[in-house]
């Protein structure tokens, strides 16, 4: 099963924390690593991670896009793909992409609290990506609020949008020649090779996907 400072621990698992989160993004000056939907990143000035509150003042959502990565039991793959595009997009390196772009991950399947694998964790320290994060299970809400959502595999992409059925979220796999299989159980090695899959398809993904929206 798949599912640099940590963030506090909550029990929220909406994205209505997120929505905080990405408010006080546009009006801090700090630095946060976040790493699941209620744990959430801003990728340029990463304001003060802000899990605590509702929506931000008066209930309004902050104008920055949020692109949210799906897997199984986002322990893997997903975390994976959250660390590998925060990075690349807060270090300028997907051309024309926001460099606030509200990055998250969550799981189709997942049980809350599980976290992060250690082989992932190791394939992005190697890329000198500081992950640390435990799981979510995903929920009609997140996709609502997301601007992209996009699934590990096809069956991901499936179960989510059976999930929120109505919802205007584009939901797509993120490669689209084909699913990226689940590492978990496997060697440290299937996990840097899953790593670097996702790592060579995000730009292109992200450009193409996010132009549209």
Known sequence: M???????SVTTSSLESVFQ??????NS??????????????????????????FGEAGRMPPMRTVLFICTGNTCRSPLAEGIARDMIGSGRVAGIESDLFVASAGVHAEDGVPTSPESIDALERRGIEFHGTSTGLTREMIE?????????????????GIAPDASTPIER?????????????????YDHVASRIEAVIPDRLQSLLATI
């Open 2 to 8: 798949s599912v640099g400072d940590s963030p506090p």
């Open 21 to 26: 989160a990405r408010s006080n993004c546009e």
């Open 29 to 54: 000056n700090g630095v946060s690593l976040g790493t699941r939907p209620e744990q959430s990143i801003c990728c340029s000035t990463g304001g003060q991670w802000g899990g605590h509150g509702r």
């Open 145 to 161: 609020a997301a601007d992209l959502v996009l699934g590990m595999t096809r069956s991901h992409v499936e179960v989510a949008r």
């Open 174 to 190: 993120l490669d689209p020649d084909g699913d990226i299989d689940d590492p978990f159980g496997q060697s440290q090695a299937v």
